[in-house]
């Protein structure tokens, strides 16, 4: 079945960087568009990043433009978002996402951004 498992997250002050991982199994990897998602405290799960089956076009949350990259390594059936110049509200659970007739979830990696 489809499984994804996050890593990466931790506690950085604002202005720094994480890179966080999600390795996928159980689907064909290269065939489908991965999206990262976040959810905040007391908050909606919001969209943050997209990227679709081979070229790898990526689309962003406006949020996040300019500051986040999401990035895939086919061969390794693996997701990444790069995460700069990182900011308080920045600050939630971070999944990894597909759709294939319905939605699918990691456990998540928490990333809190405080001074």
């Known amino acids: 079945q489809v499984q994804f498992v996050e890593s990466g997250g931790g506690l950085v002050q604002p202005g720094g960087s994480l890179r966080l991982s999600c390795v996928a199994s159980?689907?064909?990897?290269?065939?489908?568009?991965m999206n990262w998602y976040r959810q905040a405290p007391g908050k909606e799960r919001e969209w943050v990043a997209l990227?679709?089956?081979?070229?790898?076009?990526?689309v962003y949350a406006d949020s996040v433009k300019g500051r986040f990259t999401i990035s895939r390594d086919d061969a390794k059936s693996t997701l990444f978002l790069q995460m700069n110049n990182l900011k308080p509200e920045d600050t939630g659970v971070y999944y990894c996402n597909t759709h294939q007739g319905r939605d699918y979830w990691g456990q998540g990696t928490q990333v809190t951004v405080s001074s």
């Open positions: 990227i679709r089956a081979v070229p790898g076009v990526p």
């Open positions: 159980g689907f064909t990897f290269s065939g489908y568009a």
